[in-house]
């Protein structure tokens, strides 16, 4: 049967438009596909294998000197892989430290060391780190590892972390796995702690301190 004008003009919008509807359901799921991909690299709590950390023994450069990994002084320490240019991950993690630290008592506080580990060495000076991490406790230091070392450290934690242009082409930011790990003197993995809000984690990362100090 013949089609008028008409019939035809809406017959090839209507084809048109589940053409447009099909390509816009498919990036919407691209979109979360991509989100989803990042979430689960960037915030997955649980290692498939925990490191070794003493076997590596590293020592970590910071403003202060130093940062053996596993100098056997007794002390735990927190560690996170971060940057000071992030604005989300990274901030609310040293704010949650910075919280724990202050219900600890005195005792308990010389008993743990906080430790940012930049993955910008390009960008993060020393000087940078500790104005950075200063800011919010003074117990938490920012350090920085040779490339080789970096390298074994992200490998051993299984750190996600890529680097992606600004829109603006000015500068770049890192998705990363943004993770809380604990670990004893001699560099035994005591427990990871997702990333998260402020009140439960701040509560959990207290608990599990005060269990590993006994």
């Known amino acids: 049967m013949e089609k008028f004008p008409a019939e035809q003009k809406i017959a090839s919008f209507l084809s048109n438009y589940r053409i447009f509807a099909l390509i816009q359901w498919l990036i919407i799921a691209l979109i979360i596909f991509a989100t989803t991909w990042t979430w689960w690299h960037s915030y997955r709590p649980s290692l498939k294998v925990a490191p070794d ?12 000197g130093p940062i053996p990994l596993t100098n056997r002084d007794g002390k735990l320490k927190l560690l996170y892989f971060g940057y000071t240019h992030c604005v989300n991950a990274c901030p609310l993690t040293l704010h949650n430290w910075a919280a724990a630290f202050e219900l600890l008592d005195e005792q308990e506080r010389t008993r743990v060391q906080g430790i940012m580990i930049s993955l910008d060495p390009a960008r993060d000076t020393q000087s940078l780190l500790n104005e950075y991490t200063s800011y919010f406790h003074h117990q938490i230091a920012g350090a920085t590892a040779t490339p080789e070392q970096l390298e074994q450290l992200v490998t051993a934690f299984q750190i996600y972390y890529q680097t992606y242009n600004d829109a603006t082409g000015n500068g770049y930011s890192i998705d990363h796995t943004a993770n809380t790990y604990i670990i004893d003197d001699t560099g035994k993995l005591v427990k990871v702690i997702a990333y998260g809000g402020k009140g439960d984690k701040t509560r959990e990362l207290v608990k599990t301190i005060r269990q590993a100090l006994g």
């Not at 950390?53 to 202060?64: E, R, V």
């Open 53 to 64: 950390i003493g076997a590596l023994n590293i020592s970590l450069n910071s403003h202060a």
